[in-house]
Nanobody
Framework: QVQLVASGGGLVQPGGSLRLSCVAS????????MRWYRQAPGKEREWLTT???????SYTRAVKGRFTVSRDNSKNTVYLQMDSLKSDDTAVYYC?????????WGQGTQVTVSE
């Protein structure tokens, strides 16, 4: 059974940093691309980044240069390091994987960027 458990969200001031974690189970983690999405209030869910492997990733333009995805295959964990946070980054952040044609989501972790 595929499970994704996200954590690490919170309240941070503009310009600050947070690191999100997503622990995966139920599939061979190292063989799968892992994605991060976010959904801001009143907006559609937005793809942010994909970790294809330890040294291959892609980013949407809105976060490229500020966010960094990484993974520790020994811990079945994918991370999202978020720097230079802005108020527009306020959202619920989700990790995601597609296994066997099925899409799985973590429960989401709230990130609020505010004074």
């Amino acid at each position: 059974q595929v499970q994704l458990v996200a954590s690490g969200g919170g309240l941070v001031q503009p310009g600050g940093s947070l690191r999100l974690s997503c622990v995966a189970s139920g599939f061979p983690f190292s063989s799968y691309g892992m994605r991060w999405y976010r959904q801001a209030p009143g907006k559609e869910r937005e793809w942010l980044t994909t970790s294809f492997s330890a040294d291959m990733s892609s980013y949407t333009r809105a976060v490229k240069g500020r966010f960094t995805v990484s993974r520790d295959n020994s811990k079945n964990t994918v991370y999202l390091q978020m720097d230079s946070l802005k108020s527009d980054d306020t959202a619920v952040y989700y990790c995601n994987v597609i296994v066997g044609g099925n899409e799985y989501w973590g429960q989401g972790t709230q990130v609020t960027v505010s004074e």
